[in-house]
């Protein structure tokens, strides 16, 4: 039994189907890229504290959470998604995050891990989403 196989057919199937993939995940990344940031956004704020302040014109870091889709890098192609805290509330990121200590050496403020909490409990949702991409680009 001789079974020929036509190489040059084959790659070029190949060549056609990654091509067709590219456009695919190019029209299906910004969908997944904002699902992705809301899942974390969600998360975020579920992890972060309630402060005890109050008062007229005050925004809590749980309330004032933001995600932007960064568009291709130059040099580098990637796209990605950011999660962070809005104008008023910012600064106050990193400090909770990873604490602060008076010069002293005492804490001052405890850290939370905040981020770390969320990334971690939004990692099933993060890898449906991705899943869902791959299925979409490879068996379309």
Known sequence: MNV????????NGIVADVLKMDKVLE?????????????IK???RAVLPVSDEAGAGYKHMRDDIKVTINGKKKKTGVTG???HGGRPTAYKWHMLDDGTRNPD???????????????????PEIEKIVDDL?????HD
Do not use: C, P, W
Request: hydrophobic share 35%.
């Open 105 to 123: 050496g005492s804490v001052h403020t405890r850290a939370r891990h905040f981020t770390a909490k969320a990334m971690e409990q939004a990692g």
């Open 134 to 138: 791959i299925g979409r680009v490879t």
């Open 81 to 83: 998604v950011t999660v």
């Open 27 to 39: 029209a299906d990344q910004q969908d997944a890229l904002e699902r992705i940031g809301k899942a």
């Open 4 to 11: 020929e196989i036509d190489y040059k057919n084959a790659l």
């Open 42 to 44: 969600k998360e975020t």
